[in-house]
Structure formats: C-alpha cells, structure tokens
C-alpha cells in the first residue's frame, strides 16, 4: 500500500482565498483524522471521521473550516476565508477498523496565508 | 483533561551512546500510548504502540516502557546513529478519536 497520501505538499495562498486540502486513506482503514502542526501548539486534532461519518469535530476551530469525507477512499479539509494564522502543516491519518491500533500519517500539506 | 510531556526538549548525543527519552502524562486512563518519529518536512511514523494492559514493546534497537500507574513512559534507545535523529513524540489515547500528543524531543546524535 502507497499509505496515506495528501496532496498538495505545499500550498501558498493569499488571506481571504478558499483552500482545499485532500486526503487518500489507507485502503481498509476506517478511521480519519485531520491534524495540524504549529510550532506553538503542536498537533491539534481538528476532525475525526469513523466509516465516513463525522464523529467528532469539536477542534475545528472556527466556522471557516469544514470537512468532509465523500466515500471511504477521500477527503477534503476546506478553509475558507482563510486567514494568516492558519498557516500550519495539515496531516491526515488514518487507522484500521480493529480500534485503538497504530496511526498512520500522510506526509502533510504545507500551508502558508499571506 | 489529558496533558503529555516530552522531557528534554532537545537532546544531543555521540553515535553509539544507549540514550532514554521520555514521556509523562496527567491521566492514567489510558487505553494506549504510542511513540512516533517525525522526521523534518515529513508525517509522523508510529515505532512502537503499547496497550495499558502491556508493560514494554520492543522493535529492534528500540524499546518503550509504559508504568500506567505513575503516568511514565521511557524510549530507550541502543546504540545511537546518526539516522535516529529526528524529533520522537508520545501519544496517549483515551478514546477512538482521543490522541493527545506530547510537544516532542528533538534528538540529534552526533557522528
């Protein structure tokens, strides 16, 4: 398996631009989480979704930012408007149907706001 | 609620040298505890994962101790090289979607 893949690696937008970040689970995998990296709070778990349900999204932090999970092989984190102070590293992971086994990340997307 | 800490922040050491990394946390009802590798620019990797029922896990030089008790982990690491630097971070999960991470040792051994 290819494992978890994201895409793109970097993105540069400018403040008030909407931004689509995509993710491919591992294939089996039940479970998707989106995280994000800041050097300041470390990793923040944004959204979890179990057999493509939303189960979880109490660390969204605001009504810009929404996700979805259209099928057991994508999905998407959206921002939009985005802001400066959403630059981070946005990783997607997933894990296997059994519960409470290892976590597999993809490489994560880059994302600078200007 | 949950609270991970990775003591030191940073760590240098010669290649050869057995080092220990370690990983506390505030509450233990804990149903796991994993440590990961980070290297720079990429995700995260699980090197080891150790259920609340287990006491250690070993993966060849590496080997992870969990003491639920007193809220410890230790990542002892044999015979450091220079390949193991990267930043090794410890995570606890309460729940199916409860991770909660520490903020990382940034480990670099030295040729």
């Known amino acids: 398996d290819a494992g978890v893949i994201q895409s793109p690696r970097h993105e540069v937008t400018e403040m008030g631009q909407e931004v689509t970040l995509r993710c491919k689970p591992i294939s089996g995998h039940n479970s998707l989480f989106w995280y994000r990296q800041t050097m300041m709070r470390g990793l923040e778990l944004l959204i979890y979704f179990n057999n493509n349900v939303p189960i979880d999204d109490s660390g969204m932090p605001e009504d810009r930012f929404s996700a979805k999970m259209p099928n057991a092989s994508f999905s998407t984190l959206k921002i939009q408007p985005s802001e400066p102070r959403d630059s981070a590293v946005y990783f997607c992971a997933s894990s296997s149907p059994r519960g409470y086994e290892k976590l597999f990340f993809g490489s994560g997307t880059q994302l600078s706001v200007l | 609620k949950q609270e991970v800490t990775q003591i030191p922040a940073a760590l240098s050491v010669p290649e050869g040298e057995n080092l220990v990394l370690n990983c506390s946390f505030t509450?233990?009802?804990?149903?796991?505890l994993q440590w990961f590798r980070q290297d720079p620019g990429k995700g995260l990797t699980s090197l080891l994962l150790?259920?609340?029922?287990?006491r250690e896990q070993t993966s060849g030089r590496l080997n992870a101790s969990l003491d639920k008790s007193s809220g410890r982990s230790t990542l002892y690491i044999a015979a450091s090289q220079p390949g193991d630097s990267a930043t090794y971070l410890c995570?606890?999960?309460?729940?199916?979607?409860?991770?909660?991470f520490g903020t990382g040792t940034r480990l670099t051994v030295i040729p």
């Open positions: 150790i259920q609340s029922s287990q």
């Open positions: 995570a606890v999960q309460t729940g199916a979607n409860n991770l909660f």
């Open positions: 509450d233990s009802a804990i149903y796991n």
